[in-house]
């Protein structure tokens, strides 16, 4: 069940990530640094499967593993849902911008990791990412498809966020976590691909 769920978690981020890919012709380039954030977020996700089915056929692929799963909980999928915000809202944020959100993330890992609150931390951004994407899905309205999209995505990323070994809430999707971000990803790029993004905005906000 495992080997299959991150066969099926590297098919589907994959396809994703091209997907986006194929999507950002369509938008100008003031949108292309938030198009290429959420690229990069189903890349290093499908890259995390990849590696985890690898490790399950024998491959000495494990610390690998690990370090591409932390980078697509911690970093990837928080890009997605920020990408998602931007283009909902019709931010425009330049490249620097985009560098020092990317830095931040790893700046905040770094120290909840120093200070022994990683898996708080893990739950807390999986949270907010899950709520940014309902959010962005709800700006939608009343375009069915991307709300429908954005709540369902929200939903499946807070049904696989990690919660602490400690903490007194059960998590019984637990081990389902690659297959519901199988399922999250091809919806969070029918969301993405459906955003309006700064070209549709006569006077967008520069940050």
Not at 154 to 180: K, V, W
Request: with cysteine; charged share 10%.
């Amino acid at each position: 069940m495992e080997l299959l769920q991150s066969i099926l978690l590297a098919l589907t981020a994959g396809v994703s990530a091209l997907l986006i890919g194929r999507a950002r012709r369509r938008y100008g380039e003031a949108d292309q640094p938030a198009l290429f954030s959420a690229l990069l977020g189903f890349i290093l996700t499908a890259a995390s499967a990849a590696c985890a089915a690898a490790s399950l056929f024998g491959m000495d692929l494990e610390e690998a593993h690990q370090w591409l799963e932390r980078a697509s909980l911690l970093l990837g999928l928080p890009l997605i849902a920020v990408a998602a915000l931007t283009l909902a809202r019709r931010w425009v944020w330049s490249r620097p911008n985009w560098g020092r959100v990317v830095l931040g993330l790893c700046v905040f890992f770094e120290l909840a990791r120093q200070l022994g609150w990683s898996e708080p931390y893990a739950f807390g951004l999986m949270l907010t990412s899950a709520l940014l994407v309902v959010y962005a899905g709800a700006l939608q309205w009343p375009a069915s498809l991307p709300t429908l999209a954005g709540l369902a995505a929200g939903a499946l990323l807070l049904g696989a966020a990690p919660l602490p070994n400690g903490g007194s809430i059960i998590q019984p999707l637990g081990d389902l976590g690659p297959l519901l971000l199988a399922i999250a990803s091809p919806l969070l790029t029918i969301l993405l691909v459906r955003l309006p993004g700064s070209t549709r905005e006569d006077s967008p906000a520069v940050a």
